[in-house]
T-cell receptor, first 113, second 118 residues
């Protein structure tokens, strides 16, 4: 079974608007971590934001925020005020007890001027 | 401070040959992870090394192997190459997972090695 599900293969967003990328996860481990990474066309994976399973508040990092709904096993990424440089592939990932990161299939975001 | 470096950037091999990919982690990082990213797909976990030991292995055949050296750099070897091994191979490093225990250690990725099997 897929541990991380990203149902949006691709999205278009207008510059300066906000966009929400969906991510649901599946785990029975009470302690886990959720990550979002950005992969531009250059190929390098860039860390964006982290949310721990015991964190009470939603994580925020600049224009990135993570909408964590534990009961629904959802960890959506919100990018506010989109910029052209935000065009990239975005991956949701989860770390469980075995410490490896499991990645979703990714969502391609294209920001239009 | 130098990031994670991988070499070579591109590698072209033919079926049946062996490929060796190299990774140098960020200074101070003891864990190295290898991932395979086939075209248009997500990242598939291959191997995790920490302190010279293989800690975890993904669902890949034994012809995918590797090792971690005393300086924490790592090597991924792929034997008997097949066409479907063509992919971007990403290496990542992180701090010792036992130091924080919180599981929030970020993985820092290199730019990858693009392996093409003809």
């Amino acid at each position: 079974a897929q541990k991380i599900t990203q149902t949006q293969p691709g999205m278009f967003v207008q510059e300066k608007e906000a966009v929400t990328l969906d991510c649901t996860y599946d785990t029975s481990d009470p302690s886990y971590g959720l990550f979002w990474y950005k992969q531009p066309s250059s190929g390098e994976m860039i860390f964006l934001i982290y949310q721990g399973s015991y964190d009470q508040q939603n994580a925020t990092e600049g224009r990135y925020s993570l909408n964590f709904q534990k009961a629904r096993k959802s960890a959506n990424l919100v990018i506010s005020a989109s910029q052209l440089g935000d065009s990239a592939m975005y991956f949701c990932a989860m770390r469980e007890y075995d410490y490896k990161l499991s990645f979703g299939a990714g969502t391609t975001v294209t920001v239009r001027a | 401070e130098a990031g994670v470096t991988q070499s070579p950037t591109h590698l072209i091999k033919t079926r049946g040959q062996q490929a060796t990919l190299r990774c140098s982690p960020i200074s101070g990082h003891t864990s190295v992870y290898w991932y395979q990213q086939a075209l248009g797909l997500g990242l598939q976990f291959l191997l995790w090394y920490d302190e010279g030991e293989e800690r975890n292995r993904g669902n890949f055949p034994p012809r995918f192997s590797g090792r971690q050296f005393p300086n924490y750099s790592s090597e991924l070897n792929v034997n008997a190459l097949e066409l479907e091994d063509s992919a971007l191979y990403l290496c990542a490093s992180s701090t010792d997972y036992l130091m924080t225990g919180g599981g929030d250690e970020k993985l820092f990725f290199g730019s990858g090695t693009q392996l093409s099997v003809l």
